[in-house]
């Protein structure tokens, strides 16, 4: 875990409500971005802050923050017992406007798999530590965050999310739409920041390869964190994307096969 460099993760989003960051996102286009949809409350009203390596002294001079228009959950989401299709997209009022802190990254093919093993990164600004009862400091760090993980077996990520009940011990969890990893030396982001990008780099381009779902605790460092295969769920987002496109969104970065567009500062 260490504080990240400007300009490295251009993508990372604060999704933000009253200007209290709730959740991680990603910048896909000008008015468009990913995040987990149980981050998302309908009864409430979001702001997107992108640009800004600090949650509480924004710059002026790089962060843009822009109010949601519209928000729209994946179908088959759903919440209860199991957590499944955790995806959902956010169309921002108004295009942002790119600039050397602010792009979008790359989407997978939807054949596109992760090998087990293959080295990625986390964003955000989840917690790094447990959180002490009574403690009153600020509940995430300011400073974005960054660290190294690797993508695990998902038959062995699986064994660490059943539960008690005898009618869900032969669930299985962690399946076709989910990426688990894990950090070396236990080192990964804990509770705090689901839809967190996760992202990996192929031929010289990052691609988004998952955002954070099922966030593991700190108490348990060994349990692989979850997240949602982007691969699996890149025809829903760009079908939905492009039925809803105005002339300001711009489409060049889509992959169109197995291979990945350059991504270009």
């Not at 986390?122 to 965050?145: I, N």
Request: positive net charge; aromatic residues 10%.
């Amino acid at each position: 875990m260490q504080d990240s460099m400007e300009y490295k993760w251009p993508w990372q989003v604060s999704l933000q409500q009253n200007q209290h960051h709730v959740c991680g996102g990603v910048l896909l286009a000008k008015e468009w971005v990913v995040t987990a949809a149980s981050c998302i409350d309908s009864d409430l009203e979001y702001s997107v802050m992108m640009g800004g390596m600090n949650l509480y002294s924004n710059n002026s001079n790089t962060s843009q923050v822009i109010p949601v228009l519209d928000i729209l959950l994946h179908p088959k989401y759903r919440s209860w017992i199991l957590i499944s299709s955790d995806i959902a997209l956010l169309r921002l009022s108004i295009p942002v406007t790119f600039t050397r802190s602010i792009q979008p990254v790359c989407l997978p093919t939807p054949l596109y798999e992760l090998k087990i093993g293959t080295q990625c990164w986390v964003t955000g600004w989840g917690e790094m530590r447990k959180r002490v009862k009574g403690d009153k400091g600020q509940p995430l760090p300011s400073q974005f965050q960054e660290t190294k993980v690797f993508i695990v077996d998902p038959h062995k990520c699986d064994q660490f999310y059943h539960i008690i009940p005898p009618f869900l011990r032969y669930m299985t969890f962690a399946k076709g739409s989910v990426v688990c990893a894990t950090g070396q030396k236990n080192e990964t982001l804990c509770q705090g920041d689901p839809g967190a990008p996760l992202v990996c780099e192929a031929e010289k381009t990052w691609m988004l390869a998952g955002v954070m779902s099922w966030v593991k605790t700190c108490t348990q460092p060994e349990v692989p964190s979850v997240y949602i295969s982007i691969s699996k769920f890149s025809k829903w987002i760009t079908r939905h994307m492009r039925s809803s496109a105005s002339p300001l969104l711009d489409f060049s970065w889509i992959t169109l096969h197995l291979g990945l567009l350059p991504y270009l500062f």
